[in-house]
């Protein structure tokens, strides 16, 4: 079974930046493709970014969010990360680190086979 563990949320001023890291645990890090996704109060999760296997580092992301948050990993540490900068009231949310081992869209939520217990992230303007 495959844990994951986020950290990293807090309270920041807009413009602000922020790294949120992903620590994970059992399997073979290496072969499953990193997801975050994010949720905000009373509306649904969304798709913010992604990072195929550690052979091509194919990164994904959220039209909001590009060019502003960038998704890395680091696998001899069994983590991935989310850098945020310039950071904005709409970015507050519940983040969530997930882990897929499917050949399937990474935006799906459905197509995740782990999931974080989430980091608050609040940017206050």
């Known amino acids: 079974q495959v844990q994951l563990v986020e950290s990293g949320g807090g309270l920041v001023q807009a413009g602000d930046s922020l790294r949120l890291s992903c620590a994970a645990s059992?399997?073979?890090?290496?072969?499953?493709?990193m997801v975050w996704f994010r949720q905000a109060p009373g509306k649904e999760r969304e798709f913010v970014a992604a990072i195929s296997y550690s052979s091509s580092s194919i990164t994904y992301y959220v039209e909001s969010v590009k060019g502003r948050f960038t998704i890395s990993r680091d696998n001899a540490k069994n983590t991935v990360y989310l850098q945020m900068n310039s950071l904005k009231p709409d970015d507050t949310a519940v983040y969530y680190c997930?882990?897929?081992?499917?050949?399937?869209?990474?935006?799906?939520?459905?197509?995740?086979?782990?999931w974080g217990k989430g980091t608050l992230v609040t940017v206050a303007s």
């Open positions: 997930a882990a897929s081992t499917a050949f399937a869209p990474l935006r799906v939520e459905a197509n995740m086979n782990y």
């Open positions: 059992g399997g073979i890090f290496s072969m499953y493709k």
